[in-house]
């Protein structure tokens, strides 16, 4: 059973940038699906960007062009590169790991790591 764990998470002003990294144990996420989710207080969890086995990746509308998913197998971790970030971005961001159903429905994803909380500020 995998384990995955996010990093990268903090304070930064709006129109800045953060890189969130989740990295994995137990497990190779070559095998996986991956995907980044967030919850805001309140909010229900929604999808923010995914990335196959093959690397082509998928993005919320609300994040297109700002947000960038990558992978590296190697070294088993999945990142996000956060730019141009806007006070509605702020949550907790989750990493998640599937093998099949919707990337953009939570429900489908087998392991979820326990979350990394993004503030922004203006």
């Known amino acids: 059973q995998v384990q995955l764990v996010e990093s990268g998470g903090g304070l930064v002003q709006a129109g800045g940038s953060l890189r969130l990294s989740c990295t994995a144990s137990?497990?190779?996420?070559?095998?996986?699906?991956m995907g980044w989710f967030r919850q805001a207080p309140g909010k229900e969890r929604e999808f923010v960007a995914h990335?196959?086995?093959?690397?082509?990746?998928y993005y919320a509308d609300s994040v297109k062009g700002r947000f960038i998913i990558s992978r590296d197998n190697a070294n088993n971790t999945v990142f996000l590169q956060m730019n141009n970030l806007k006070l509605e971005d702020a949550a907790v961001y989750y990493c998640?790991?599937?093998?099949?159903?919707?990337?953009?429905?939570?429900?489908?994803?087998?392991?979820w790591g326990q979350g990394t909380q993004v503030t922004v500020s203006s």
């Open positions: 998640a790991a599937h093998y099949s159903g919707p990337y953009y429905d939570f429900s489908s994803y087998n392991y």
């Open positions: 137990g497990g190779t996420i070559s095998s996986y699906r």
């Open positions: 990335i196959n086995w093959s690397r082509s990746t």
